[in-house]
Nanobody, 115 residues
Framework: QVQLVESGGGLVQPGGSLRLSCAASGNIFSISTMGWYRQVPGKQRELVAT???????NYADSVKGRFTISRDNAKIAVYLQMNSLKPEDTAVYYCNAEELGYLHWGQGTQVTVSS
């Protein structure tokens, strides 16, 4: 079993920055791709960014150039640096890790962008 714990969410003004962190524990040795997704009430969860164990990255068009995903393979942790935040970035952000084809999810952390 894999457990994921996110941290770093909060309230920020438009144009501001936040850094989300996600630490994995448990059966971490088979984790491959990790990523961040987000969800607002009434909408489907959507991809924000993913990163493979080889550090290949993929971003949603809406965050390209503003968000940066990175990972620490020694700690089995993934991070999301979010810059130039917009009100439409407001959502619950979920960490995700793939283990032998199975997707594990964290509990989510709220990000609110508002003046």
């Amino acid at each position: 079993q894999v457990q994921l714990v996110e941290s770093g969410g909060g309230l920020v003004q438009p144009g501001g920055s936040l850094r989300l962190s996600c630490a994995a524990s448990g059966n971490i040795f088979s984790i491959s791709t990790m990523g961040w997704y987000r969800q607002v009430p009434g909408k489907q969860r959507e991809l924000v960014a993913t990163i493979t164990s080889g550090t290949n990255t993929n971003y949603a068009d809406s965050v390209k150039g503003r968000f940066t995903i990175s990972r620490d393979n020694a700690k089995i942790a993934v991070y999301l640096q979010m810059n130039s935040l917009k009100p439409e970035d407001t959502a619950v952000y979920y960490c995700n890790a793939e283990e032998l084809g199975y997707l594990h999810w964290g509990q989510g952390t709220q990000v609110t962008v508002s003046s």
